[in-house]
């Protein structure tokens, strides 16, 4: 029976239902030739087949990193040694996940990454294990076209939308948990905001004097009184700290340099970022929009 592998190298991975099927298909392959111990050699990118996980783990490794170039002959998974590659079988129609829509979005989120990685560079993070097993895991038993993480992503969204305090949003995820015994769900909105965070969707916390004088940020970050008026960076009671320092004022400061990656990195996006500079009028002395005006032209300047 010949094994499809045009799969291995298709290079916008989440996009690719093709390419999610076959990595399926490669890891049920695979899961008889685990080790007494759970683990099996990871024919990612990065790893090529000389660092071994598990194979829960082998799944995320692949579809982030993409699979090895000239692993042609599946010995380490299943492929017998004597057998020739071809094209494809169909594999199982049964037992896999349907591709879950929050997969296009990481692939968004990584592309860059991927990019690199086409090229030879190697991938030097790990911050989106969690997001992958998120992605991996059902929210009920049986629901398995929606993850945990498409629905958490959901709830957030209604949370913003709606103008949910975090405190009312904790005891909606309580009496989720008490609904429903087994949704796989975090258990605070903290937990969800860390989640959130790994998805580019985070901002950085900057103190504040409580005059509007200065940030403590940069050279002040260490510093606990301000530079220019001196006073304090907590809040005091009776002239002394309270148990655990509050600052007087949180700049939450969201970088606009990932967010910039994050719109270019998705083709819909990118063509109306692109928009002003290909959009302009090719009729002389026409003015459709303000990128036809003098005043734009200048900007570009």
């Not at 071809?86 to 349907?98: L, Q």
């Not at 629901?143 to 969204?157: A, E, G, I, P, T």
């Not at 009312?168 to 909105?189: N, Q, T």
Request: glycine share 6%; with cysteine.
């Amino acid at each position: 029976m010949t094994i499809d592998k045009s799969w291995t190298t298709i290079r916008r991975r989440g996009s690719s239902n093709e390419f999610w099927n076959g990595l399926q298909h490669f890891l049920q392959m695979a899961k008889p030739f685990v080790n007494d111990r759970g683990f099996i050699k990871c024919p990612c990118r990065r790893c090529l087949n000389n660092a071994s996980h598990q194979l829960e783990d082998l799944e995320s490794h692949i579809f982030r990193n993409g699979f090895m170039f000239c692993y042609n002959k599946w010995i380490h998974h299943g492929e017998p040694a004597t057998a020739n590659a071809g094209t494809t079988v169909a594999g199982p129609s049964g037992g896999i996940h349907e591709r879950d829509e929050m997969f296009d979005v990481l692939d968004d989120i990584i592309s860059e990454d991927a990019d690199e990685d086409v090229v030879g560079g190697p991938l030097s993070n790990e911050q989106y294990d969690d997001l992958f097993a998120a992605l991996r895991s059902e929210l009920y038993t049986g629901v398995s076209s929606f993850s945990s993480l498409n629905f958490l992503v959901k709830l957030m969204h209604l949370k913003v939308l709606n103008k949910w305090t975090n405190k009312s949003f904790d005891e909606l995820l309580k009496l989720l948990k008490l609904a429903f015994p087994k949704i796989d769900l975090v258990e605070s909105h903290y937990e969800a905001k860390k989640l959130m965070m790994k998805m580019g969707l985070g901002y950085s916390s900057i103190h504040v004097c409580k005059n509007d004088c200065a940030l403590f940020w940069k050279e002040n970050s260490l510093k606990d009184t301000c530079p220019v008026c001196s006073e304090s960076r907590w809040k005091l009671q009776s002239g002394k700290r309270l148990g655990k320092n509050v600052p007087h004022k949180v700049l939450r400061y969201f970088p606009v340099g990932p967010r910039l990656k994050r719109l270019f990195a998705t083709s819909k996006t990118a063509k109306l970022m692109r928009w002003h500079s290909t959009g302009k009028s090719k009729e002389n002395d026409v003015m459709r929009h303000p990128v036809d005006g003098k005043s734009w032209q200048e900007f570009d300047k």
